[in-house]
């Protein structure tokens, strides 16, 4: 921690001092609030035990679980201890989850009892992992978490640096494989002002907690809440009925949202008539007719935003009504270039590759150098993304490339080519183009265009089954069709333009 670095760590001191008994953090299953200096205590003691148990700086640590008190005391005492929290999204299957805990080579791993039983039969395969714990008080079949706290030395933490990891999350599968995105303690307290600034933040607000720890937008809403003074109200499990309860109760002011939940809420409310007219500020992904109907419900506002996790959460941001369909303007400390298959900078109205610098761009992938080499080109951040700036300087989403084309159900990331790879696994499936289709639920949707080998058969349910089996579930089919023959390319691939044409239509 040198003269001009400031991490993670050094916020949690400073908040103890500055917002001391104010409330930083309550837990909505059991109703324990702990205070700004009381996290500091736990996370100390944490640091202690988990130096104890063999963490030293740079070591990595994974986390399978839902959101809770003790997942956000790992991140403060893993800042401490100048090592890398590895949040691992529980909806994968337990070979993913595999893969990520192996692919950074993790020392210690934390688990959600409802997960262990998956875990432990990875252990064999898990060659680092050195020790398993609990994740929270709930017990199980690994190491109790509370065992970590009983170490009461007088603390010294370790030299970290702005640059240094804080955080590994690994990215929807290019090219088959996920890729872990490194972001420092620097990306994190630059996302955290950005997030403070556009929203006014003062510890008058109260943040609902309700995307997962594991998402670069649950994980930057509870440190950006944090470092401004504000409660995060937890919630382990999102419910729409006790959400309404606990934006009538704490006088919740802002929360960040995908499709469905902002809609949930809203007709939560509905039902109840809790007062929801707190919620000043909601902020994500969602419909134009959700969005408004927020607005007209509560006098808020709804703030859209372009981002990924290489941009640590966020790379243009606005509210919705200065420029409805648009991804707002450039941040304060960002700056954004549109350019062309040449790296030759676009003018307005036309559409390029979204690049970008700044201090919230990550580190890089993990042990990923030619990877690296080729996203920051030319000294810029390459997203993958394309869009178009209007005359004004609102930034317009356009898709992804070709090399990079995604899909964004609920918020979640899927590329078509890692589900391609498992439907084709599927013995009856010849060809198959997936892309994404409008969804009323999820925004987006994923749809399967198959063609079968001569003389099979299958249901769709069947195949959406078997995708499910062995891939997280939401990277499942929700649509499949089944067609006698798939348009090809020259070279005998599927024409994925013309498949698109023919097979997206309005759901």
């Given at each position: 921690?040198?003269?001009?670095?400031?991490t993670?760590?050094?916020?949690?001191?400073?908040n103890?001092?500055?917002?001391?008994?104010?409330?930083?953090?309550?837990?909505?299953?059991?109703?324990?609030?702990?205070?700004?200096?009381?996290?500091?205590?736990?996370?100390?003691?944490?640091?202690?035990?988990?130096?104890?148990?063999?963490?030293?700086?740079g070591?990595?640590?994974?986390v399978?679980?839902?959101?809770?008190?003790?997942?956000?005391?790992?991140?403060?005492?893993?800042?401490?201890?100048?090592?890398?929290?590895?949040?691992?999204?529980?909806?994968?299957?337990?070979?993913?989850?595999?893969?990520?805990?192996?692919?950074c080579?993790?020392?210690?791993?934390?688990?959600?009892?409802?997960?262990?039983?998956?875990?432990?039969?990875?252990?064999d395969?898990?060659?680092?992992?050195?020790?398993y714990?609990?994740?929270?008080?709930?017990?199980?079949?690994?190491?109790?978490?509370?065992?970590?706290?009983?170490?009461?030395?007088?603390?010294?933490?370790?030299?970290?640096?702005?640059?240094?990891?804080?955080?590994?999350?690994h990215?929807?599968?290019?090219?088959?494989?996920?890729?872990?995105?490194?972001?420092?303690h620097?990306?994190?307290?630059?996302?955290?002002?950005?997030?403070?600034?556009?929203?006014?933040?003062?510890?008058?607000?109260a943040?609902?907690?309700i995307?997962?720890?594991?998402?670069?937008?649950?994980?930057?809403?509870?440190?950006?809440?944090?470092?401004?003074?504000?409660?995060?109200?937890?919630?382990?499990?999102?419910?729409?009925?006790?959400?309404?309860?606990?934006?009538?109760?704490k006088?919740?002011?802002?929360?960040?949202?995908?499709?469905?939940?902002?809609?949930?809420?809203?007709?939560?409310?509905?039902?109840?008539?809790?007062?929801?007219?707190?919620?000043?500020?909601?902020?994500?992904?969602?419909?134009?007719?959700?969005?408004e109907?927020?607005?007209?419900?509560t006098?808020?506002?709804?703030?859209?935003?372009?981002?990924?996790?290489?941009?640590?959460?966020?790379?243009?941001?606005?509210?919705?009504?200065?420029?409805?369909?648009?991804?707002?303007?450039?941040?304060?400390?960002?700056?954004?270039?549109?350019?062309?298959?040449?790296?030759?900078?676009?003018?307005?109205?036309?559409?390029?590759e979204?690049?970008?610098?700044?201090?919230?761009?990550?580190?890089?992938?993990?042990?990923?150098?030619?990877?690296?080499?080729?996203?920051?080109?030319?000294?810029?951040?390459?997203?993958?993304?394309?869009?178009?700036?209007?005359?004004?300087?609102?930034?317009?989403?356009?898709?992804?490339?070709?090399e990079?084309?995604?899909?964004?159900?609920?918020?979640?990331?899927?590329?078509?080519?890692?589900v391609?790879?498992?439907?084709?696994?599927?013995?009856?499936?010849?060809?198959?183009?997936v892309?994404?289709?409008?969804?009323?639920?999820?925004?987006?949707?994923?749809?399967a265009?198959?063609?079968?080998?001569?003389?099979?058969?299958?249901?769709?349910?069947?195949?959406?089954?078997f995708?499910?089996?062995?891939?997280?579930?939401?990277k499942?089919?929700?649509?499949?069709?089944?067609?006698?023959?798939?348009?090809?390319?020259?070279?005998?691939?599927?024409?994925?333009?013309?498949?698109?044409?023919?097979?997206?239509?309005?759901?």
């Amino acid at each position: 921690m040198g003269l001009y670095d400031f991490t993670f760590y050094d916020l949690i001191n400073r908040n103890a001092a500055t917002f001391g008994d104010r409330a930083a953090w309550f837990e909505v299953d059991d109703s324990k609030t702990l205070t700004f200096s009381q996290y500091k205590e736990k996370v100390d003691s944490l640091a202690c035990g988990l130096r104890k148990s063999g963490i030293n700086k740079g070591d990595r640590i994974g986390v399978l679980g839902k959101n809770s008190l003790e997942y956000f005391l790992l991140y403060g005492a893993a800042a401490a201890l100048g090592a890398i929290m590895l949040p691992i999204n529980w909806r994968l299957s337990a070979d993913e989850v595999g893969y990520n805990l192996n692919d950074c080579e993790s020392k210690l791993v934390f688990v959600d009892q409802e997960f262990q039983e998956s875990v432990e039969g990875l252990k064999d395969k898990l060659s680092t992992v050195e020790h398993y714990f609990n994740l929270g008080p709930g017990g199980g079949r690994f190491s109790d978490f509370g065992s970590l706290l009983e170490h009461r030395d007088d603390f010294e933490p370790e030299e970290v640096s702005s640059d240094d990891g804080f955080v590994i999350i690994h990215t929807a599968a290019v090219a088959g494989r996920p890729r872990g995105a490194v972001l420092s303690h620097g990306n994190v307290m630059c996302a955290d002002m950005h997030f403070g600034y556009f929203f006014n933040l003062t510890p008058k607000d109260a943040h609902l907690n309700i995307l997962p720890l594991f998402h670069v937008g649950g994980l930057f809403m509870v440190t950006a809440s944090f470092h401004s003074g504000v409660v995060n109200v937890n919630m382990s499990k999102f419910d729409a009925t006790t959400a309404v309860e606990m934006i009538e109760q704490k006088k919740i002011s802002m929360m960040f949202t995908f499709a469905p939940i902002l809609s949930s809420v809203l007709e939560a409310h509905e039902k109840t008539g809790k007062d929801i007219r707190s919620l000043r500020i909601s902020a994500g992904l969602d419909t134009p007719e959700t969005i408004e109907k927020y607005q007209k419900i509560t006098g808020g506002r709804f703030y859209c935003m372009y981002g990924q996790t290489e941009t640590s959460c966020v790379a243009t941001f606005g509210a919705y009504n200065d420029r409805p369909g648009s991804a707002g303007k450039m941040l304060p400390l960002a700056e954004v270039r549109l350019v062309d298959d040449y790296e030759r900078p676009v003018p307005a109205g036309q559409v390029g590759e979204i690049t970008m610098k700044g201090p919230m761009i990550f580190k890089g992938y993990w042990n990923l150098p030619e990877d690296n080499e080729y996203t920051f080109r030319g000294g810029w951040h390459h997203t993958g993304d394309r869009g178009r700036f209007d005359e004004d300087g609102f930034l317009w989403y356009a898709g992804r490339k070709a090399e990079k084309e995604l899909i964004k159900p609920g918020g979640e990331n899927v590329y078509p080519a890692e589900v391609e790879k498992v439907v084709l696994e599927h013995p009856s499936v010849e060809r198959t183009v997936v892309f994404g289709v409008p969804d009323p639920k999820w925004k987006e949707g994923i749809k399967a265009v198959c063609q079968l080998k001569e003389g099979e058969s299958l249901e769709p349910k069947e195949l959406i089954d078997f995708v499910g089996q062995r891939i997280a579930r939401y990277k499942k089919p929700q649509y499949v069709e089944f067609v006698v023959d798939l348009p090809l390319l020259e070279d005998g691939s599927p024409d994925r333009a013309k498949v698109k044409e023919l097979y997206g239509g309005e759901r």
